[in-house]
């Protein structure tokens, strides 16, 4: 039960920012993307359980707060889920050094299948250059953004107080 309140609080406070508090202070493209890294972390520690549901949830919660098209960001945030979920009990625990390529890889994964499914989804398809250009800027701010949002999930999760044996 604590690691869905933690995770959906932090989603629900992310998206705050992300929507009312983050376009004061920068432009969209370098606006950081919070449910990205929320993604990232349950597909690569499975808490909470339930990550794809958790994904999809996540990207229609996005697309709900954006005012994106419904359903691609739930799509998008499936494929980052997707990319990241062979990493699970590999990764981060005793080599932490390695959330900066978990970083670049859910902003690859984000603006690959952003681009891919803009292709058919949209009316006037993304082009490759601006996706690129975003991708740049947007893995500036995850390599920030997802070692924060880890280390609160972890501390809020009490993920690894969890998993020691007579706590």
């Known amino acids: 039960m604590r690691e869905h309140l933690a995770w959906w609080t932090t989603l629900a406070l992310g998206l705050l920012c992300q929507t009312a508090l983050f ?5 969209p493209a370098w606006a950081p ?18 990550g794809a549901f958790l994904a999809f949830g996540a990207g229609l919660a996005l697309d709900a707060s954006t ?29 932490p050094i390695l959330l900066f390529p978990l970083a670049l890889l859910g902003v690859s994964a984000d603006a690959a299948g952003a681009w891919v499914l803009s292709q058919f989804a949209l009316p006037a398809p993304l082009p490759a250059s601006s996706v690129l250009g975003t991708l740049w800027r947007q893995a500036l701010g995850d390599l920030i953004a997802v070692p924060l949002l880890f280390l609160l999930l972890e501390v809020a999760s009490g993920r690894r107080s969890s998993r020691r044996p007579g706590s």
């Open 23 to 27: 376009p004061y202070f920068s432009s």
């Open 33 to 50: 993307d919070l449910t990205r890294p929320l993604v990232l972390w349950v597909a690569v520690t499975g808490v909470p359980a339930g």
């Open 67 to 95: 005012g994106g098209p419904p359903g691609f960001g739930a799509a998008v945030r499936l494929l980052v889920y997707g990319a990241a979920r062979p990493l699970r009990g590999v990764f981060f625990d005793d080599h």
